[in-house]
T-cell receptor
Framework: AQTVTQSQPEMSVQEAETVTLSCTYD???????LFWYKQPPSRQMILVIR??????QNATENRFSVNFQKAAKSFSLKISDSQLGDAAMYFC???????????????FGKGTHLIIQP | DAGITQSPRYKITETGRQVTLMCHQT?????MFWYRQDLGHGLRLIYY???????DKGEVPDGYVVSRSKTENFPLTLESATRSQTSVYFC?????????????FGEGSRLTVL
C-alpha cells in the first residue's frame, strides 16, 4: 500500500515571502500521479497542482510550483510571493496510474497548516 | 449550478441512531468516493463506487453502508452511530475514468455523535 508523509504539521511565512511544503511518499509503482490540495477555512478541497510521474518537468501553476524528485520519492510544493489568501491546510496526495486506478481514489498525507504572517 | 453537493452540512446525533449523509453530483461522473477527515489523519477513504450499483470498501469501511442506485447520488449511512464516527465527511467524484483525472469534492458534512 502506498503511504504519503507530510512531516511539517504547521508552517509560518511572512506575506510576500516564499515557503516550501514537504511531502514524501512510498510506492513500489513506477507510474502514478501526485497532487497538492488546498483546504481553506471554508473546508472546500481545491486542487492546486498536479504532477505526472512520467514527466521530468516540474509542474507550475502561477505562484505554485513543485520540486518532484522521483528517485527520492519527494514532492514538495513551493509557494512564491505568499498572500494572505494562501493560508490553509495543504494536503499532498497520491494516485496509482494502473488501469482502474481511479477506483483507489487518492491517498492523502496528514496535511500541513500554512500560516501567513501579515 | 453544476457541481457536487452534500447534505446536511452539519448534523448532531446520538449514539446508536442511524444517520444518512447525502451526496449529489450533476456531472454524471462514474466514480464517486466518501472520505472522512480527522485531525492527525488527513483524509481516509471509506467507500467508493465505480458506477451505479457498483460499490467497494476503502480503508475505513466499518460501521458504514453505501448505495448507488443512480449515477448522480451516493448516500453514506451510519447504521448505528458511534462517537468515533464524529468527523467531517467529504464526498468526491472523479472527472473521467483515467487516473490523472481530477477529483472534485463537496463542501463536507460535519457530523457530531454525542
Amino acid at each position: 500500500a502506498q503511504t504519503v508523509t507530510q512531516s511539517q504539521p504547521e508552517m509560518s511565512v511572512q506575506e510576500a515571502e516564499t515557503v516550501t511544503l514537504s511531502c514524501t511518499y512510498d510506492t513500489s509503482e513506477s507510474d502514478y500521479y501526485l497532487f497538492w490540495y488546498k483546504q481553506p477555512p471554508s473546508r472546500q478541497m481545491i486542487l492546486v497542482i498536479r504532477q505526472e510521474a512520467y514527466k521530468q518537468q516540474n509542474a507550475t501553476e502561477n505562484r505554485f510550483s513543485v520540486n518532484f524528485q522521483k528517485a527520492a520519492k519527494s514532492f514538495s510544493l513551493k509557494i512564491s510571493d505568499s498572500q494572505l489568501g494562501d493560508a490553509a491546510m495543504y494536503f499532498c496526495a497520491y494516485r496509482s496510474a494502473r488501469t482502474g486506478g481511479g477506483a483507489d481514489g487518492l491517498t492523502f498525507g496528514k496535511g500541513t497548516h500554512l500560516i501567513i504572517q501579515p | 449550478d453544476a457541481g457536487i453537493t452534500q447534505s446536511p452540512r452539519y448534523k448532531i446525533t446520538e449514539t446508536g441512531r442511524q444517520v444518512t449523509l447525502m451526496c449529489h453530483q450533476t456531472w454524471s461522473h462514474s466514480y464517486m468516493f466518501w472520505y472522512r477527515q480527522d485531525l492527525g489523519h488527513g483524509l481516509r477513504l471509506i467507500y467508493y463506487s465505480a458506477a451505479a450499483d457498483i460499490t467497494d470498501k476503502g480503508e475505513v469501511p466499518d460501521g458504514y453502508v453505501v448505495s448507488r442506485s443512480k449515477t448522480e447520488n451516493f448516500p453514506l449511512t451510519l447504521e448505528s452511530a458511534t462517537r468515533s464516527q464524529t468527523s467531517v465527511y467529504f464526498c468526491a467524484s472523479l472527472r473521467g475514468t483515467s487516473s490523472h483525472g481530477e477529483l472534485f469534492f463537496g463542501e463536507g458534512s460535519r457530523l457530531t455523535v454525542l
